[in-house]
């Protein structure tokens, strides 16, 4: 209730019925130290462009790939990054942690 | 996420009414739960108790591993009086993370020196009130010992069901302000909700211990289950 979120999930209707294809990259589990909490989600248009974050910058450039992805086939993703992951140099989270990122298609 | 829960998600959190929104993340599938059907729900335990921590996690049930989201509106902190323990409770309820008002019909007090970049309305409550929109995700604190600025501020405050109210005196002020209050139509349980004196019980002196005081009654309301809230109350 103490979150001030930038109203991302208003965007992602607004773009919806604008005609853009849309998806919804939701955090669902943190271990370690994650930069943003479980909730916290990131909307993607089929043009590339995004708003909010899941990740305060590390892996946001993976998850907006993988979105273009999820909106031409609909089907949801569930993404890991930590720095356990052999992209680790690429899109691993520097602090530390791991994080699983959900990705649906709006619509 | 289908559109028609993405619209009613949006109309809930522009309504300031809390939701959450339940994923199967395996199969995708999705449902919104309304707070006010959480009662009827097979995971009303989950539900209630995510809602209360304003934190989302993952349950198991039935077989299904579950995401549930959780949407509660920011809260806000209404504050009755622009005096000196205001000065320091603003700017901590605002790290905190509230939305924060402070209202004194009193010029002199409300005045943007002391409370630079804080929100404030020179009015008294009556006109002040309405407008802020005082809900069930609202503490409210009336804390300027002027019974003419307070017992109005505080009838508005039973009607809007804040989650906390709390006044600052004495328990000696405090029966007064009863008898006062009772006499205006308020009942029993409506100031058997005002917490006062107000604040935790920490020896508090100056103003900025006074409001860490009230910052930590008002977490604890907010966040411990009923039982606990009794105890720590």
Same mark, same amino acid.
């Not at chain 2, 323990?85 to 603003?90: E, N, V």
């Not at chain 2, 809900?135 to 609202?138: G, L």
């Given at each position: 209730m103490l979150d001030r979120d930038e109203d991302i999930l208003k965007a992602a209707e607004d773009w919806q019925k604008a005609g853009h294809g849309v998806a919804l990259a939701t955090v669902v589990e943190t271990w370690g130290s994650a930069p943003r909490p479980a909730g916290s989600s990131l909307v993607i248009n089929d043009e590339g462009t995004f708003l909010g974050s899941v990740s305060g910058g590390c892996v946001e450039g993976a998850v907006v790939t993988e979105a273009m992805d999820v909106i031409e086939s609909g089907k949801p993703k569930m993404l890991e990054f930590g720095v356990a992951d052999e992209t680790a140099w690429n899109v691993g989270l520097s602090c530390g942690?791991?994080?699983?990122v959900f990705v649906e298609k709006v619509g | 996420m289908k559109l028609e829960i993405l619209h009613e998600l949006n109309a809930e959190r522009a309504a300031r009414r809390?939701? !959450?929104l339940v994923t199967d993340t395996e199969s995708g599938e999705q449902r919104l739960v309304k707070a006010r059907d959480f009662a009827? +729900?097979?995971l009303r335990a989950e539900l209630d108790k995510q809602l209360r921590m304003g934190k989302s996690a993952n349950v198991e049930a039935g077989g299904k591993k579950l995401? *549930?989201?959780v949407y509660a509106p920011t809260a806000k902190l209404v504050i009755i009086g622009a005096v000196h323990?205001?000065? =320091? *409770? =603003?700017p901590l309820a605002r790290s905190l993370g509230y939305d924060v008002t402070v209202v004194d019909p009193r010029t002199a007090f409300a005045s943007p020196e002391r409370f630079p970049d804080i929100p404030l309305v020179a009015e008294w409550p009556d006109t002040a009130l309405p407008p802020l929109n005082v +809900? =069930?995700?609202?503490a409210f604190v009336a804390v300027t010992h002027d019974p003419k600025i307070d017992d109005p501020a505080l009838l508005h405050a039973f009607e809007r069901n804040c989650f906390y109210i709390g006044a600052l005196g004495s328990r000696k002020t405090h029966a007064k302000r009863g +008898?006062? *209050?009772r006499a205006q139509g308020a009942n029993e349980? +409506? !100031?058997?909700r005002i917490h006062a004196p107000i604040g935790l019980a920490i020896g508090a002196v100056s103003p900025s211990e006074i409001a860490v005081a009230i910052m930590a009654e008002i977490t604890a309301v907010l966040r411990l289950p009923p039982k606990e809230k009794e105890e720590a109350a």
């Open positions: 942690g791991t994080i699983r | 809390p939701v !959450i009827g +729900d097979p995401f *549930l989201n323990i205001s000065q =320091a *409770l =603003a +809900d =069930a995700y609202t +008898d006062r *209050l349980s +409506d !100031i058997a």
